[in-house]
């Protein structure tokens, strides 16, 4: 079965620093990848997808993700972190099926 | 407003008394889906439907059941709920097209089984 993992559970940056957080998925052919973020006591909202064509995708808020599929990886990053970017992000893959996985999550915390 | 709306958003219940949560969206989405949040876990899927009367498990069915006897609703379904459910609960919805739409989450409900 598909899975993914995201490299770091938390990560702590100043405003301005630049963030990039991995995620890897456990095997190829056509995937779907998908970018979310949970604001505290909130849902999941999509912060940017891919499906096919350009390996880079722009999402919302300044959010961008590469996808290179000979590393099995879809990282997120953004040049210039806020405050108000604190939250979980969590990187889902959707394979052949309707099933949805998601990885454990990633906790951002954005330093004043 | 486009949305899936979760009740009851919190409950506190004790081992083995039944309960259901319910799900409801106003998208007209085929795909609807259950999933629990845990801890260093992220979201793990526990039962989608793809359209009325159509069910399949997820990663992680066990001890929970739905039903789907209407496009819009979803239900999530503990016969007799353990304390290992205790956990965070979120139901999504989508259109059916080969993913490319973007699932829609609800609030979250949040349960604790004693």
């Known amino acids: 079965a598909q899975s993914v993992s995201q490299h770091n559970h938390h990560v702590i940056l100043s405003e301005a620093a630049s963030l990039e957080l991995g995620c890897n998925y456990s095997?190829?052919?056509?995937?779907?990848l998908f970018w979310y973020v949970q604001y505290p006591g909130q849902h999941l909202q999509l912060l940017l997808k891919y499906f096919s064509g350009d390996p880079l995708v722009k999402g919302i808020k300044g959010f961008e993700a590469e996808f290179i599929k000979s590393k099995f990886s879809f990282n997120l990053r953004k040049p210039s972190v806020q405050w108000s970017d604190t939250a979980e992000y969590f990187c889902a893959v959707k394979d052949y099926g309707q099933n949805f996985v998601f990885g454990p999550g990633t906790r951002l915390s954005v330093l004043p | 407003e486009a949305q899936v709306t979760q009740n009851p958003r919190y409950l506190i219940t004790v081992t083995g008394k039944k309960l259901t949560v319910t799900c409801s969206q106003n998208?007209?989405?085929?795909?609807m889906s259950w999933y629990r949040q845990d801890p260093g876990l992220g979201l793990r899927q526990i039962y989608y439907?793809?359209?009325?009367?159509?069910?399949d498990k997820g990663d992680v069915p066990e001890g929970y059941k739905v039903s789907r006897k209407e496009k819009r609703n979803f239900p999530l379904i503990l016969e007799s709920p353990s304390p290992n459910q205790t956990s965070l609960y979120f139901c999504a919805s989508k259109e059916v097209d080969g993913g490319y739409n973007e699932q829609f989450f609800g609030p979250g409900t949040r349960l604790t089984v004693l």
């Open positions: 439907s793809m359209n009325v009367e159509v069910t």
């Open positions: 998208m007209n989405h085929e795909y």
């Open positions: 095997y190829g052919g056509t995937v779907n």
